[in-house]
Each structure stands twice: as structure tokens, then as C-alpha cells.
């Protein structure tokens, strides 16, 4: 109980550190430009060449710091907070936190709640396949996620 207390606090902590900062050039420099909020748009599933038209999906990734926030808008504005490690062509995400109320949080042990954004496991580690200004695809074991900067 206190780890997960622990966690949740630092995570609390390092997003009010973040929404302090003034400048997104500040934050994004070396990050190749993937601190910013993206919009799913695509989902390829990599073992049958299926593909699901997302344009109109309501599901957003922001990386700021270490954070990622994903968020449903459609699925009453669901949030979660997960830690990520971007390092050259690889992202890891872990840790996942899922926000209940303003004032609860709960760690998450199960990856069904993770399904929607694309994510497959608890820990789960992505291929960064394109990174520019404006679009971002990156690729698990099952999933091709094909986002825009929004």
C-alpha cells in the first residue's frame, strides 16, 4: 500500500512540476519532438494487415517529462498516467495509474483498461517507426499506432 501511495504521489508531483513550466521549446528540445499532445488516428493490427479508422477518435496521448497521459474524452473523459522511457527509436511505458476522482487515484493491474490506447501490457514497449512535427508512429508486439500532433 505505501509503494503505490508512493508512486502516486510522484507522479502527482512531477505533472504539477510540469504545468509550471512556461515554454514547450524548453521542454522539447532533445526529445525529437515527442513532448506535445497527439491524437490517435489509426490502429494497424500487425498480424492480420486490419486496419481501424481512428480520425474521429477522441483518445489523446500527452508526453511531458516522464509522464504520459492518456485520456478517453469519449469514455467519460477516462485518464491515465503512466511513466515512459523514450530513448532513440524505443518507447517504454509502465506504471500505470488510473485517475477515478479529482482526488483518488489507483494503481492499475490489468491491461484491459489499457486496450483502447493500444497499449498491450503493463509494461509494454514500443518501436518508434516516424517521429516528425506532425505525426507520430509507433509500434508494439500486436499494434501500429498511427497519431497527429494536436
Known amino acids: 500500500m505505501k509503494k503505490s501511495t508512493f508512486i502516486i ?33 489509426q490502429i ?18 500527452a508526453f511531458q517529462s516522464d509522464v504520459l497521459q492518456l485520456r478517453h474524452i469519449s469514455n467519460g473523459n477516462q485518464t491515465l498516467y503512466l511513466r515512459f522511457d523514450h530513448k532513440r527509436d524505443s518507447l517504454i511505458v509502465s506504471n500505470p495509474i488510473l485517475v477515478e476522482t479529482k482526488d483518488e487515484m489507483k494503481e492499475v493491474t490489468s491491461e484491459a483498461l489499457l486496450l483502447p490506447f493500444g497499449i ?31
Request: some cysteine.
Open 9 to 41: 504521489l510522484s507522479i502527482v508531483s512531477l505533472i504539477s512540476a510540469s504545468l509550471h513550466l512556461t515554454s514547450c521549446e524548453i521542454e522539447s528540445a532533445g526529445t525529437g519532438g515527442l513532448y506535445a499532445n497527439w491524437q490517435l488516428r
Open 120 to 150: 498491450t501490457n503493463l509494461t509494454d514497449t514500443f518501436s518508434i517507426e516516424q517521429l516528425n512535427g506532425s505525426i507520430l508512429c509507433i509500434s508494439n508486439r500486436l499494434y501500429r499506432l498511427r497519431f497527429r500532433k494536436y
Open 44 to 61: 494497424d493490427t500487425l498480424s492480420t494487415g486490419n486496419t481501424a479508422d481512428m480520425t474521429e477518435s477522441t483518445i489523446y496521448w
